[in-house]
């Protein structure tokens, strides 16, 4: 585990949009396409998407989701937005964590995911949206999660802003994100798992062509997505204090922030 705090300061980047990866032309032609394109890929993927999960993570991902909130503050209590919830696997872990004196709002612009979250109880409190354009008040939560997902939005920074606007002050954002390895045989062995193994396990444990394509596409927004300091400078530039990013297993990216 490596722990670093953001050094972007008087070096970052101009205040400009920053999309988290180039067009992926295999998959759409415009970006324009991309929000529809991947709606429907995780429509169609949503029941199996906790199976594909875990194949992904061997099995840790309910483990690692709970510690990681406990071990960044979450408590009884809290108020807590999960953008981008998918079925619901870091919104159900907060819930149990904050307890009934607490709450847990799941957005996420797939209908089909939500629609597992929603049943399978992990979320209380479900809306539709986007994490660029989040219908919800300003000051409103303690903390802030996204899980696996930042990937997915249009532009790092006007989702950052967004996630300062609805946090209290004081509150805390965590996003988590699967990243590149540096050259080398991690980063060889990484790749032939996501590119190859995981596509095609998804293939024979689903029979679902389309979930099988989830995770083609997957692969190549980790291997085009920007470098993690691009990052910690839109968390900084849209006005998150303290911001810091942690390493776990050399993938699993930690990013942590305070709203003042």
């Known amino acids: 585990m490596a722990i670093e705090k953001s050094a972007a300061g008087a070096d970052a980047k101009p205040d400009a949009g ?43 991902d309910r483990y690692y989701r709970r510690w990681i909130l406990r071990d960044t503050g979450l408590a009884p209590g ?8 998918g079925t619901g696997m870091v919104a159900g872990p907060a819930t ?11 957005l996420e612009p797939s209908a089909g995911m939500l629609g597992e979250a929603v049943r399978k109880r992990r979320v209380k409190w479900a809306v539709r949206g986007v994490a660029e354009n989040l219908p919800l008040a300003d000051n409103s939560f303690d903390m802030l999660t996204m899980g696996f997902a930042l990937r997915h939005v249009a532009d790092l920074l006007t989702a950052f802003r967004e996630y300062k606007r609805v946090l209290k002050p004081g509150g805390k954002v965590l996003v988590l994100e699967i990243t590149r390895p540096a050259p080398g045989m991690t980063y060889r062995c990484f ?50 204090e303290q911001v810091t990013r942690r390493i776990q297993a050399r993938v699993c990216y930690e990013y942590t922030g305070i709203k003042p």
């Open 78 to 85: 809290m108020s807590v937005l999960d953008v981008a919830c």
């Open 191 to 240: 790749k032939f798992f996501m590119k190859s193994v995981i596509p095609a396990a998804t293939r024979v444990t689903t029979f679902n062509r389309q979930a099988q394509s989830l995770m083609d596409y997957h692969w190549d927004t980790v291997e085009y997505c920007v470098p993690s300091n691009l990052i910690l400078e839109a968390m900084e530039q849209a006005g998150f």
């Open 96 to 106: 149990e964590i904050v307890g009934p004196t607490g709450h847990v709002v799941g």
């Open 18 to 60: 920053l999309p988290p990866h180039p067009t992926l032309e295999r998959f759409y032609k415009r970006d324009a396409e991309r929000p529809a394109y991947i709606r429907a890929l995780f429509d169609a993927s949503a029941r199996h998407y906790d199976l594909i999960s875990s194949m992904m993570s061997f099995g840790t």
